[in-house]
């Protein structure tokens, strides 16, 4: 793996980490999620399904990323609204 790649991988590993926190089940039900599913991929030496895998990951960030949004904003409209109101 290129010291590009190595670095991308990393950074993501750190993103989705972070991003962890906050995880509906709790942090760490994520975090040994997200270590298994690196560990199961820690052999590819190809750099296209390396880039491949990458993508993945950055698609599960933003989902991750809509997720909590969309449960801040469904906080917020709890306080501002009553419960009858949609």
Not at 31 to 43: G, M, V, W
Request: a positive charge.
């Amino acid at each position: 793996m290129t010291s590009h790649l190595r670095g991308e991988v990393i950074q993501l590993y750190k993103n989705l980490l972070y991003l962890g926190r906050e995880y509906p089940k709790g942090a760490e039900y994520f975090r040994l999620r997200l270590r298994a599913a690196f560990e199961k991929n820690k052999d590819v030496q190809d750099p296209e399904k390396i880039k491949e895998l990458i993508g993945r990951g950055q698609f599960v960030v933003k989902e991750l990323e809509a997720l909590y949004y969309l449960r801040k904003y469904r906080a917020m409209k709890k306080r501002y609204y009553e419960d009858g109101e949609s």
